[in-house]
């Protein structure tokens, strides 16, 4: 959960007391709280009290970053008449609509007899305490070589143009001529995308760097908006991206792309009582909108619920722990569709658990999703896991498969499945989606935690459901 505003814990104040609170203050009062940023601002959105060189807030779409980013400059130039600002967006004319003339921008966020004078034939802003700032763009670096300035906000650098190397450029034309001051400064506001760029700011050293998610500022948001995104976007590498503020990157040299993985998603399968189901425990916006969010029924060959059975197969692969309290116990629920394509239902992967929780996990996910059969991984203790699964009350065949190649080895075959459109991800699965794109040709694993447990379990589910199937019989 967001920390919350001053605003938002006014609200949760009895009404008699808000009521009498407001009525007892003077026109003039009302007014100054409407522009008194520290009481409307959420935490994250207050620039950082130790000492800094970079600030940079990187948030989903409608998080309030570019508010914050005119208010930081609103407080320094009131504070500081010497100050002198420059103002960089992707272009002059977003420099202009959003940083300044914007709902969000310095003219918007100013009371009336504090706001600066703005020249726009001369692109700049005048404070009446003589403070300055100037507008520029980042497709023209050299506009940044030679002037000086004490502090700088950067708008929307995951979209500065980069095709010949003009935004890191830019940056560091700014950066040379953040010469004036007693502690120069840049504040940058952007949706994160993996650009060379942000790339490279992400691990600047002394960086500050502040994330969020759409949902925090969804006091300020329609509900409706919030649903739709919701609906359409949780879960997805795009959704990831622009609503919770993620830096997702793409390795170079990995077997499953982001974009592989997005062709393949075609939705939510619903549950019985009609609103829908997703597919891993991914955590929860703010606002509840899972009781509201009713995405479409995906394709025709699928159920509308786990119970019903169009598949030909339903299996669940598992890659057991080496431990008791060591890595994830990969689960991944698959189906064979009549198409002869293979789909991806559930991850019902357990964290951290003892042998008895995962093989319980296990047991619901065969008991719920009424599968054929548990496909195993027997290498670290192939009669161990059998025990346990069976200790666990699962009456559908065990098989239990020993790995004879490298992990990278056994995912190239299922990669190629992906590659040519014969795999399915009914949802999204981010977790799951991460460990994939951290595979890479040649055997090395660059993704989250230690091993990809559930790509494991991926592999050992598809490779029963698509390259064996002609070779065994089906066992019910």
Not at 189 to 212: D, S, Y
Not at 271 to 286: A, L
């Amino acid at each position: 959960m967001h920390k919350q505003s001053q605003a938002e814990s006014f609200l949760r104040v009895a009404s008699v007391q808000r009521n009498d609170f407001l009525d007892h203050l003077s026109a003039v009062e009302q007014n100054e709280l409407l522009y008194r940023w520290p009481f409307w601002a959420r935490p994250e959105q207050i620039a950082p009290q130790q000492d800094w060189s970079l600030w940079m807030l990187m948030a989903g779409r409608g998080f309030g970053k570019t508010r914050a980013g005119a208010e930081w400059v609103r407080q320094i130039v009131e504070a500081d008449g010497s100050a002198r600002f420059a103002l960089v967006a992707a272009n002059f004319a977003e420099a202009r609509s959003v940083m300044v003339e914007g709902e969000s921008g310095l003219l918007a966020i100013t009371p009336e007899h504090a706001r600066p004078l703005w020249e726009p034939s001369l692109k700049r802003l005048r404070w009446r305490n003589g403070a300055e700032a100037r507008l520029y763009s980042a497709a023209e670096a050299e506009g940044l070589r030679g002037p000086q300035h004490s502090h700088a906000w950067c708008d929307e650098i995951a979209k500065w143009a980069n095709n010949a190397g003009q935004a890191e450029a830019t940056w560091d034309n700014l950066k040379m001529g953040l010469r004036l001051g007693f502690r120069p400064q840049i504040t940058a506001t952007t949706t994160p995308r993996p650009v060379a760029l942000v790339r490279k700011l992400v691990k600047e050293n002394g960086a500050i760097i502040t994330r969020g998610r759409t949902y925090d500022n969804h006091m300020n948001l329609p509900s409706a908006f919030l649903v739709a995104m919701f609906v359409d976007y949780h879960g997805t590498r795009l959704g990831r991206q622009e609503l919770d503020g993620e830096l997702i990157e793409q390795l170079e040299g990995a077997l499953w792309t982001r974009d592989m993985i997005e062709r393949c998603r075609i939705g939510m399968l619903q549950s019985q009582s009609g609103t829908s189901r997703g597919s891993e425990q991914t955590g929860v916006s703010p606002v509840d909108v899972q009781d509201t969010v009713r995405p479409e029924p995906v394709e025709g060959h699928l159920s509308a619920g786990p119970n019903s059975r169009p598949m030909q197969r339903i299996v669940i692969g598992v890659d057991p722990p080496a431990s008791a309290r060591g890595d994830a116990c990969g689960i991944i629920v698959a189906a064979l569709g009549g198409d002869g394509k293979a789909y991806v239902l559930a991850d019902r992967s357990a964290e951290k658990a003892s042998p008895e929780q995962w093989a319980r996990a296990v047991s619901d996910a065969a008991e719920r999703w009424q599968a054929d059969r548990v496909i195993a991984e027997a290498n670290q203790g192939g009669a161990m896991v059998q025990s346990v699964l069976q200790a666990a009350n699962i009456s559908l065949p065990v098989k239990l498969v020993h790995a004879s190649r490298g992990k990278v080895a056994r995912a190239e075959p299922i990669a190629a499945l992906y590659e040519n459109g014969r795999v399915h991800h009914v949802g999204a699965f981010p977790r799951l989606e991460d460990e994939l794109c951290g595979l890479l040709i040649g055997g090395a694993y660059e993704g989250p935690g230690r091993s990809p447990d559930r790509a494991d379990a991926l592999v050992w589910a598809l490779t029963e459901l698509m390259l064996r199937r002609s070779r065994e019989p089906r066992v019910r």
